[in-house]
């Protein structure tokens, strides 16, 4: 049996108890099914389960992000007979340690990260690692503590570095919310038939070709990144990418794509930098396991490193 998960994140303070109180006592959202309410922390606020529309909730508390195993987490569904269950995570655990953890038949139907917008810079000042890990899979950011008139960009900038399909939402007050719809125009012409990405828009360039990949093929670009030979590649292809940090150095890691060029294993050095003219097209290639940007270069030439040498978002 298929088991609805859904999953608030985020800090101490930010709202997720009040929202899924809130959830709890709407009939919309609780007709009364078995529902394991699973507490990763403990926060100033406590739910109030007497206004709960049903009564069928099962309130259990994680203390030890250890105890997320696959074997612990059924066993508290399965005491309780539970049809779906809803998690208040604690904002300090690293996603990966439930998501790996889940059982089989657990399913994550939604999952949306909360933050007080007061604290929110300072958070992603000082825990940069852990506010990417909460946002990079959000489907829904939502700020409350907003005041009226303040600057929406930073906070607009620091989810569109970890996450481009989140939905945003600011709220001011009960039944004062407002969505985020400040444009996120892509930094390089993508209706045109061939354009160039410069060195700091890697990155970006990267990700969304892996996210909307479709949407370049048959495009030429110009672009300066490395060449990486070997590891079974036949003689007329190569890797070309750059190392990508995301949000922290102990996150870096190398993106790149494959490439097509008759010279490369005789022109070519491992990790040189080079600038490649190439016509993408979307099609299965061997290294991916599937249908996938690949690049056929017309040019490829030496270049300098990139500035920076390590893209960023």
């Known amino acids: 049996m298929e088991i609805p998960v859904y999953l608030f994140t985020g800090f101490l303070e930010s709202g997720k ?29 406590e739910y109030h389960r007497s206004k709960f529309f049903g009564t069928q909730v ?16 059924e066993g508290l569904r399965e005491k309780h007979k539970a049809e779906r269950v809803v998690v208040e995570y604690n904002g300090m655990w690293m996603l990966d340690s439930f998501y790996q953890n889940m059982p089989p038949q657990w399913l994550a139907y939604q999952e949306m990260f909360f933050a007080d917008a007061s604290t929110f810079l ?35 900038k620091i989810v569109r570095g970890a996450n481009r399909k989140s939905q945003i939402l600011y709220e001011y007050g009960p039944d004062d919310v407002e969505p985020d719809n400040i444009p996120d125009p892509l930094p390089y012409d993508i209706n045109a038939d061939s ?38 590649l036949p003689d ?28 490369a294993a005789h022109k070519l050095t491992h990790g040189g930098w080079v600038t490649i003219t190439a016509q993408i097209k979307w ?31």
């Open 195 to 232: 354009f160039t990405v410069n060195d700091v828009d890697y990155a970006e360039w990267y990700r969304d070709i892996n996210e909307e990949g479709k949407k370049y093929d048959g495009k030429i670009i110009t672009i300066k990144g490395r060449s990486v030979l070997g590891g079974g």
């Open 122 to 156: 300072t958070y992603n000042q000082n825990m940069r690692q852990l506010v990417y890990d909460k946002l990079k899979s959000a489907e829904i950011v939502v700020f409350n503590r907003c005041t009226h008139g303040f600057d929406k960009m930073p906070y607009h």
């Open 58 to 73: 099962y309130i259990e508390t994680v203390e030890d992000e250890e105890d997320l195993t696959p074997e612990f987490l």
């Open 17 to 45: 108890t009040t929202f899924i109180q809130d959830i709890m006592e709407d009939p919309e959202f609780n007709a009364g099914e078995r529902t394991l309410l699973l507490l990763c922390e403990e926060g100033e606020e």
């Open 283 to 313: 099609q299965y290639d061997e290294m991916y396991g599937e249908a996938g940007p690949v690049l056929y270069c017309s040019r490829v030439e030496e270049a300098e490193e990139a500035d920076p040498e390590v893209a960023q978002f």
């Open 236 to 263: 007329d292809k190569f890797v070309f990418g750059r190392h990508v940090m995301t949000c922290c150095v102990e996150d870096i890691q190398f993106a790149g794509l494959v490439c097509v060029w008759k010279d």
